[in-house]
């Protein structure tokens, strides 16, 4: 993937960072709940605190009513040691901000929870822009097979059992693939609904995603 460049306006870019030393900075539910939350209370023209909310579910926060985001929200997928993000800028310098908000303010989580000082991400983020259609739908299911490797750790090597990948990966609560494929659930808030409507007709069956990634990785492992 490349490296950071020039946000510019309406244009789509594929985000991502990891733990500084491939550090785990995803622990426990908490940890992914408290993110999701951000990843809403964040985007937006007047961001919300978290610390101002204290006793408020996930579900009660993605319900809640907030000033005009700063970007728009393709996809996402969390990880232990890391994080994707589709991002579309719509206001000038949204993208940047949002993202350093994002780090800053689960970081500040993390460091309290945890008992550390210092970052946690590494600086600065990577970014790759998303120049056409074709690519946009590409990086969207890239994005989402990202979560993969956690059930099936030898599936870039080709050894991989589709049919139960298929079903783990779907109920996969930290990445908006549950979204794309037809589970209701306020999570989708997190989505630009535009972006949704158009994307979630125009996607393969998660199947066929998933057995010709399968067969690609394997052919590339041989």
Known sequence: MGNRIPFAYDEWYHCYTRGVDKRQVFKDKNDYERFVQLLYLLNSEKPIRRSDIFKKTTSEILLME????IVAIGAYCLMGNHFHILLKELKE????KFMRTLGIAYAMYFNIKNERVGNLFVK???????NDDRY??????????NAAEIFEPQWKKGVVNTLNLESKIT???YSSLKDYYGVDRVERRILDPETFAWVKDELPPLKEILV????YYATMSR
């Not at 310098?93 to 940047?96: K, M």
């Not at 946009?136 to 097979?145: A, P, T």
């Open 136 to 145: 946009f739908k590409y990086i969207i299911q890239y994005v989402h097979l």
């Open 212 to 215: 010709e990634a399968a067969e």
């Open 93 to 96: 310098g949204g993208i940047s």
């Open 66 to 69: 907030r000033k005009l985001p």
């Open 124 to 130: 600065p983020f990577r970014s790759k822009h998303v």
């Open 171 to 173: 109920d996969y609560q």
